[in-house]
């Protein structure tokens, strides 16, 4: 199978495809705006570094109303392991939260969310570095695991959140469940961008008086957390303060036009609870990530001790 070169116009509008040699030509006008705008539309102040500054606008595309985005074409090699976090398998967590049987949570993934439709969700990110995402998911964690011991302490912070926040996934879009890993059969061409940020949700007073059931938002002090239902007793941390957008991080993502089942190695779908912290840096290689942040922490405490002590001579 041949793939057309996507471009300007390609990004511009929409196009029908009626074969599979029109299938690279396809981005929904409401995912142009997914990707993240160069400036400021108030100010016109850049909202990047300089050398994506630099880069993008000289190569970056326009959506639809003209305003220039950080996204260009790229092609992907056969071969590169890519990722994602998603939900999907509600009805058969009966209750229990994620399934932590890979063969079973991978078989499960196939059948309801990766080939339950005619093509599969355009959004991923690499595992491994990428263009200007030079460290990959295995940094992406370990920064995770720093910054939680660093706000709150050792392992309060889990990829769910973090990929949320990170990702701007808005709450009602996905449960972020499960960090999905696949492996490309082939070539294929992409837009390669920054996302832009969102509000955490649009329904944050509904979540709040929400019933048994559904998702829940508890507001502590000035800080959000949600609640899933099935999974106990268990929080997660939600930017959703006055102010507050998820996005801002520099995170990338590719957006495959027209994803389709042949385009993967089936074999090797990775299924891990985003919340299993353990399983994630073993499968990454960084298990040693935790030990790190407690001496991190415990160098942190001393410093300010010896502060404090300075202090009150």
Known sequence: MGYHTLGQTHFEQVRNWTDNDNRNIILDLSNQKAFLSLRDPNTGYSRVSNAVLHRY???GLRDAERVQRVVRVETIKAGTRIYKLTGGLETDESGRGAIDNREIAARLMKSKVLFAHQTMSPWWAPVTSFEEDTGGIRV???NMVLNSTAVKGVGTLTLR???RFMSAVVLEWNRLTY???VTLAKDVKAYWGQFEEQVATAKLEEFKVS???TLKIEQVGDDYFVSYPGEGSNRYYLPAEENSMLGGMEAWQFYIPKFERTDIVE???LVIPSVNSKALA???GCPQIFEQARQMAASYLRQQEA???RSKW
């Open 307 to 309: 502060n404090l002590r």
């Open 140 to 142: 992406h964690f370990e």
């Open 161 to 163: 959140e973090y990929a």
């Open 267 to 269: 074999d090797s779908v």
């Open 282 to 284: 073993a499968h990454f």
């Open 211 to 213: 019933a048994d059931g």
């Open 57 to 59: 606008s000289i190569n």
């Open 179 to 181: 960090y999905l890993e």
